[in-house]
């Protein structure tokens, strides 16, 4: 029988899933909204002269997903808002530790695991900008 270490990352992977979910929220502030959006432009370093704020939007995720992952969700939220462009302010990451326990061994024996699992989130503002492209 192979020893508990042996199936480690197996187990780190059946904990954090394959294909991770993904959490947008948003809370509007105020400004005019459109029904739809066709496309919103991302940016973290400015806002298109003459933008309208129209609130706040965030995408998270735990596991296995990465930031460019994150970004185009991020975006969707804003469209839903009905913004066509998206101001980054915040990406961060946080690692917490995980106790699993999975049977590892001859009789029912139970080994307990520590991993570590990271979340990652992306915060920012949807804005609308009339007259053109964002």
Do not use: W
């Amino acid at each position: 029988m192979a020893p508990c270490r042996t199936y480690l990352p197996i187990l780190a992977l059946a904990l954090i899933g394959c294909v991770p979910t993904i959490h947008t929220s948003a809370i509007p502030s105020g400004g005019q909204r459109f029904t739809s959006t066709d496309r919103v432009r991302t940016s973290a370093t400015l806002v298109p002269t003459g933008a309208t704020e129209l609130g706040i939007a965030e995408a998270h995720a735990s596991g296995d997903v990465n930031i460019e992952r994150l970004i185009p969700e991020f975006a969707s939220e804003v469209g839903r808002l009905g913004g066509n462009f998206a101001k980054v302010d915040r990406i961060s990451a946080k690692y917490e530790m995980h106790t699993i326990m999975q049977g590892c061994g001859p009789n029912g024996r139970m080994c307990a695991h520590q991993v570590e699992v990271p979340t990652f989130q992306v915060q920012g503002r949807a804005f609308l900008v009339t007259g053109g492209q964002p």
